[in-house]
Every structure is written in C-alpha cells, then in structure tokens.
C-alpha cells in the first residue's frame, strides 16, 4: 500500500515564526502536492512538483514555498507565518502515469493553527 | 478551467437509507473523475475513479458512480448507508493536459442518524 506520512498531525505556531511542514511517500512517486482544506472551500493546491526539485505554483502559492530536494520528501514552507493560514494541510503524492494523470494518495493531514 | 460543483453542503441521512451525493463539473474535454472520503481526523481516501469506458463505476465500501456527459454530472450513490459512512465527501476532476493536477469540489458533508 502506498504511505504518505506527513511529519505533525498538530502544530501550534506565533505569528511571524517560519514553519516547515513535511511529507514523506514511500511509493518511488514522481509528483507531489500540497493542498490546504478549509471549511466550505475544499481542498485548494498551494504548489505541486513533478520532480526532483521541480516545482510549480498551484492556486494559492501566496505566502508559501516548497522544497523537493529527494523524491520522497516534499517541504511546504511558510516564511512568516500569518494568523489567515491556519488550515488543515494536505499533502499527496501520485505517479506519473502514461497520460500524466493518476490516482493521488493523501497524508493525514497537519493541522496548523497560528496564534 | 476546469471546475467542480457539489450542491449540497451537507447530508443528514438515516442509516439503511439509501444516498446520493451530486457533483457536476466544467471542463471541455473528456474529464478524469474521482471521488474521495474523509471521515473525521483521517487524510482522503480513493472511493472511485472513472477515466474511460463503462459510465456506471464500482467503488470500495458499496459506492457506485455514473458518469453522465450529456449532464456534466459523476454522482455518487450507495444503496444502504451504514453508521461508518458518516464522512465528507470530495468530488475531484483532473485533466491529461494539467500536469497531474486535480480540481476539488467544496465537500459533502454526510451525517448519519440511527
């Protein structure tokens, strides 16, 4: 089965503070994603990345950036944390399949609050 | 742009009843298709996925779908809901020219009552 583990279920942070939220698949996946879910907005994608440091913005990349340094590993970072990005954090991985478009697997989630 | 559409914001349903979630979608070519399930503290799980074929797809935990083109709609149905299906619902949409990329409905909310 394919494991997507994402580094805190909960984090706490202060405005201000730089957070790194991390997320691991263990499935040799190509791309990458992280998404943030809000109440009555769904999921909305803040960056994706196709490959090994490749990255690309998604709908929401204000505020945010990522690192993919390995395969496996794919870092959402928030420079300076802001009380409007408290959310539920997702992040997911699929391969890359012959039509470029397959199943996404998803995390637990990380859910940030920022005081 | 592709986008996606679920009506109903939330779902009460009583168990053993039957239930339907909608989602309509806008997209011009031929779309990828997905339903997902969230129960409470849990990441997203696949229920279903249509890419080609057959409009009427199987799922896991009793779901089906049917893919309408004519009504741009991928509705998801059970026939008997039990007490555990009481989740969020995600209808996703993704496209061959988007990189992988998946749109996401806002979420439908089932509650099940005894």
């Known amino acids: 089965d394919v494991k997507v583990t994402q580094s805190s279920r909960y984090l706490v942070k202060r405005t201000g503070e730089k957070v790194f939220l991390e997320c691991v698949q263990d499935m040799d996946h190509e791309n990458m994603f992280w998404y943030r879910q809000d109440p009555g907005l769904g999921l909305r994608l803040i960056y994706f990345s196709y490959d090994v440091k490749m990255k690309e913005k998604g709908d929401i990349p204000e505020g945010y950036s990522v690192s993919r340094e390995k395969k496996e590993r794919f870092s959402l970072i928030l420079e300076s944390a802001s009380t409007n990005q408290t959310s539920m954090y997702l992040c997911?991985?699929?391969?890359?399949?012959?039509?470029?478009?397959?199943?996404?697997?998803f995390g637990p989630g990380t859910r940030l609050l920022v005081l | 742009a592709q986008s996606v559409t679920q009506p109903d914001i939330h779902i009460t349903v009583s168990e053993g009843a039957s239930l339907e979630l909608r989602c309509n979608y806008s997209?011009?070519?031929?779309?990828?298709l997905f339903w997902y399930v969230q129960s409470p503290g849990q990441g997203l799980q696949l229920l279903l996925k249509y890419f080609s074929g057959d409009t009427l797809v199987q799922g896991i935990k009793g779901f089906e779908a049917e893919f309408k083109r004519s009504q741009s709609s991928f509705n998801l149905r059970k026939p008997s809901v039990h007490w555990s299906d009481a989740a969020e619902y995600f209808c996703a949409v993704g496209s061959t020219d988007s990189w992988g990329k998946f749109q996401f409905g806002a979420g439908t909310q089932v509650v099940v009552t005894p």
């Open positions: 997911a991985s699929s391969k890359r399949g012959g039509l470029l478009l397959e199943t996404q697997y």
């Open positions: 997209y011009g070519a031929t779309p990828y």
